[in-house]
């Protein structure tokens, strides 16, 4: 009979797709980190999402950048301010704030007006 070792169970962490390495970026590149590729990647089981890419924007894109204006602060077009995703981007923020509930918690890409919570222009 041969001892079978216990492969611990990773925790699952949501985490913007950028930072794994996908090429999702405005400009077609990445944010690849690798503390998070090469050392957290060991404990833990990443679940990438890109929500621009999820939206429907393609690679490489115009920027977006947030606004404030009189019905809040809106996700727009950095170029052309008439193009406006902010409903889009709730849209599917919620759909998977629902659909990934198991998750132990999130990495978000810094300063990014998508993902960012801080520092976002
Ligand atoms: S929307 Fe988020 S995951 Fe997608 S490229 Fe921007 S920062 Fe990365």
């Known amino acids: 009979m041969s001892a079978q070792k216990d492969t611990p169970e990773r925790i699952r962490i949501g985490i913007s797709s950028c930072l794994l ?3 999702v970026r405005f400009d077609g590149g990445h944010k690849r980190d690798a503390y998070l590729t090469e050392t ?3 404990y833990f089981e990443f679940v990438p999402v890109c929500p621009e890419v999820a939206i429907g924007l393609g690679v490489p894109r115009e920027t ?3 606004v404030r204006c009189p019905q809040g602060i809106r ?3 950095a170029r052309d301010p008439s193009q406006d995703f902010t409903d889009r981007l709730e849209t599917y923020g919620r759909r998977m704030a629902a659909e990934l ?3 132990c918690g999130y990495v978000f890409k810094r300063a990014s007006p998508s993902c960012g919570m801080e520092r976002v222009r």
């Open 21 to 23: 390495g996908a090429e």
């Open 40 to 42: 957290l990647a060991r």
């Open 64 to 66: 977006i950048r947030l």
């Open 75 to 77: 996700a727009v077009g």
């Open 101 to 103: 509930k198991g998750l």
